[in-house]
């Protein structure tokens, strides 16, 4: 990928990167896309009657309708502000 092109997708999506970082970006790009090239050479034609995927009916779980819960109990862990409610983080992510 020509830097031209690689600038105009940064560009596109937002991202900005230091001149190591881009180089960096830029061959891991050039990577995917040579691998994508080799998997769409591939000659592949799904068979849906080879498939072994298969789940029996029986082994499914039954469904049953449960009382929805009212909406003062789903908004009872959030923090009004400014007519809005704020959901509190539950979880930190790294």
């Known amino acids: 990928m020509d830097n031209k092109t690689f600038e105009h997708l940064c560009v596109l999506s937002k991202l900005s990167f230091d001149d190591e970082s881009a180089e960096t970006t830029r061959r891991q790009l050039d990577g995917i896309i040579a691998l994508m090239d080799k998997v769409k050479a591939i000659d592949l034609t799904y068979d849906d009657t080879l498939d072994k995927n298969e789940v029996p ?11 929805p819960f009212s909406p003062e109990r789903l908004l009872s862990n ?17």
Not at 57 to 67: G, Q
Not at 78 to 89: A, E, L, M, R, S
């Open 57 to 67: 009916f029986a082994s499914l779980r039954a469904d049953k309708a449960e009382e």
């Open 78 to 94: 959030t923090q009004p502000k400014n007519d809005c409610y704020v959901i509190p983080k539950m979880m930190n992510v790294e």
